[in-house]
């Protein structure tokens, strides 16, 4: 089955800076990459995707990269705000979904 | 809509006891999913429904383990006898028509402890 492997575990910025997470999944039939944030307490919820017939996506402060061939897919958040802590979970899918393993991200003011 | 709605948000229980825990799906919605997340674990797929039929239960753990949707508006999932080590967060999610390549809309979740 599918292996998804997400880092860091952890991630720490300063207010305004921007935050980098990565994916990297194991099975090249995976053709729909999302992410979802999910805050304390709570249910995740996508905040953003991407398929595989696109290299890039974006949606106001964050964005999404894909490298079908490194089979690797990023997510960017820039211009970092408190409320933007959360834990952000990648996840990739064909007939299953498989989720990362979570980057707990503190946006310190 | 109310989103997914999950009953109870928070059950305490001693080892050996049932739990059943609820869901309510977004109306409309063909597909249901239930989900267990842990620090160790993550996020796993326990079972999911299409239009009330379980599809896939391969990922529930033990026959300990049981869900039902007897409708389309209402999910259980139910755990006899409970054990320490199902102390978790379990997720019900529902998605609208297609299986993958769509998003996934989850409920606030229940946080298991088993005492």
């Known amino acids: 089955g599918e292996n998804v492997e997400q880092h860091p575990s952890t991630l720490s910025v300063q207010e305004g800076d921007s935050a980098v997470i990565k994916c990297t999944y194991s099975?090249?039939?995976?053709?729909?990459f999302p992410w979802y944030k999910q805050e304390l307490g709570k249910g995740p919820q996508l905040i953003i995707d991407i398929r595989s017939n696109v290299g890039e996506k974006k949606d106001q402060r964050i964005a999404v990269t894909l490298n079908k061939t490194a089979k690797h897919f990023s997510l960017h958040i820039t211009e970092t705000q408190p409320e933007d802590s959360a834990v952000y979970f990648c996840?990739?899918?064909?007939?299953?979904?498989?989720f990362g393993s979570g980057t707990k991200l503190n946006v310190k003011p | 809509d109310a989103g997914v709605i999950q009953s109870p948000r928070h059950e305490v229980t001693e080892m050996g006891q049932e739990v059943t825990l609820r869901c309510k799906p977004i109306?409309?919605?063909?597909?249901l999913f239930w989900y267990r997340q842990t620090m160790m674990r993550g996020l796993e797929l326990l079972i999911y429904?299409?239009?009330?039929?379980?599809?896939?239960d391969s990922g529930m753990p033990e026959d300990r383990f049981s869900a039902k949707m007897p409708n389309a508006s209402f999910s259980t999932l139910k755990i006899q006898p409970s054990e320490p080590r199902d102390s978790a967060v379990y997720f019900c999610?529902?998605?609208?028509?297609?299986?993958?390549?769509?998003?996934?809309?989850f409920g606030s979740g229940t946080q298991l402890s088993v005492l």
């Open positions: 109306s409309g919605h063909d597909y």
């Open positions: 099975d090249s039939a995976s053709n729909y």
């Open positions: 996840a990739a899918s064909f007939n299953k979904f498989y």
């Open positions: 429904f299409n239009n009330n039929v379980p599809i896939d």
């Open positions: 999610a529902s998605t609208p028509r297609q299986l993958y390549g769509e998003k996934l809309f």
